[in-house]
């Protein structure tokens, strides 16, 4: 299928989408979670055809053997006077208690959505040769990517990726980004510029909702190394129709490395599901317009768990193609994170030993998506340490 050789990878890329172009009926073993990770809501119910059909599918089918049949879902949070404090109450609500949130009233046009959207569908359905000339490796991720991960004969995900840096400014390389459709460069400049000062807004509400006080809404941000040395990347999912959605995932479960993500999901296909405290899987049901917004493993670490960040996971379907775009909003990665000092106190000692970013990250860039285990290994780290730092 695909014979221009590893390029780093363990074993020869083979795209999804090619896969499941070719028409096959069953999938290759390579891609069969073992039955405790495989969904277990009905993948085939996801496709959003009629307002009737909506809230129908869910329920009763959770790990936990959910009687009740109450739909849950992740809260909305409307950002349309971002600065009140009535909107660090809810986001900080949110961030405690889900991790993730709907944003609306974001502040980012819907035509601008829309045409980010169609210009990487745009990508994704050029000739094979042509993307092939922008495959990736894994010392930077950066280009088309089929895996996250590099251990050899480890089970994949049913999807295909793009994966690009935005800032900081020496990382940020547009010959690495496709130069087909002809818009797509410029709209993935403005769409990340859009949502990065999105980024700056929601991370002022959360750090308001965080720390009382004058500055309080900076404290954040000033974390992170500055709004300016904020890095932001992009990876745009491309999950091919599959034709035995029940078997596999789109993308396993993971909590993101970084700051922050805000997802820009499918309008009409859902499959994006996140792990409730108590267990259970819940599927978002995307409100038009919003974009999904979560906290990564950097923020539950600077917050010492105050915000958490959370597993979630992808499921596909066999009759629609679902395309998602993730920003991943991430601190200076040369800084050694540790748990804020407002945040510490005898009651509550830091839970983390400070690392940073750039040896965070190469975790989840060697072992591929693994739950929470990461942040929690982190953790156990802390706990192990004498002079407890
Ligand atoms: C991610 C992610 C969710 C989705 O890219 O980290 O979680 O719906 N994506 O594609
Ligand atoms: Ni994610």
Redesign the pocket.
């Known amino acids: 299928m695909d014979d221009e050789g590893t390029a780093g990878w363990p074993e020869p890329v083979v795209r999804v989408q090619s896969l499941s172009e070719s028409g096959l009926a069953t999938i290759p073993a390579r891609y069969v979670k073992p039955e405790s990770e495989r969904p277990n809501t009905n993948p085939n119910k996801l496709v959003v055809t009629t307002k009737e059909e909506k809230g129908e599918e869910e329920g009763g089918e959770g790990d936990h053997h959910q009687t009740n049949k109450t739909k849950m879902s992740i809260p909305v949070v409307d950002l349309s006077s971002p600065r009140a404090p009535a909107t660090a109450r809810a986001v900080s609500a949110a961030c405690r208690e889900w991790g993730f949130f709907q944003a609306v009233n974001h502040g980012v046009s819907g035509e601008l959505l829309r045409r980010c959207r169609r210009v990487w569908k745009g990508f994704f359905h050029l000739p094979m040769e042509v993307k092939q000339r922008y495959g990736n490796s894994p010392a930077t991720y950066e280009g088309y990517g089929s895996r996250l991960g590099v251990e050899k004969g480890a089970v994949l995900d049913w999807g295909d990726y793009y994966f690009l840096h935005v800032r900081p400014p020496h990382l940020h390389d547009t010959d690495k980004w496709p130069h087909l459709p002809p818009d797509l460069r410029e709209t993935t400049e403005e769409y990340s510029r859009e949502v990065a000062s999105l980024c700056g807004r929601l991370m002022a509400a959360m750090s308001a909702g965080l720390l009382v006080g004058a500055g309080g809404e900076r404290r954040l941000a000033e974390a992170f190394g500055g709004e300016e040395a904020a890095g932001v990347c992009v990876?745009v999912?491309y999950y091919p129709r599959c034709p035995q959605p029940e078997l596999t995932l789109?993308?396993s479960s993971?909590s993101?490395p970084g700051g922050m993500?805000v997802?820009l999901?499918d309008d009409r296909v859902r499959?994006?599901q996140v792990r409730h405290r108590a267990g259970n899987w819940v599927t978002v049901d995307p409100v038009p317009g919003a974009l999904i917004v979560n906290v990564g493993d950097q923020i539950q670490v600077l917050t010492n768990a105050t915000y958490r960040s959370v597993e979630?996971r992808?499921m596909v379907n066999a009759e629609e193609e679902r395309l998602?775009v993730?920003l991943f909003y991430n601190p200076r990665s040369d800084l050694p994170l540790a748990p804020m000092p407002e945040l510490i106190s005898p009651e509550r000692p830091p839970l983390y030993k400070p690392m940073t970013f750039d040896e965070y990250r190469l975790y989840i860039r060697r072992k591929g998506p693994r739950g929470k285990s990461q942040v929690e290994s982190l953790k156990a780290a802390a706990g192990d340490d004498d002079d407890g730092r």
Do not use: K, M
């Open positions: 990876r999912n789109g993308l993971h993101d993500t997802l999901a499959g994006l979630h992808v998602s993730a």
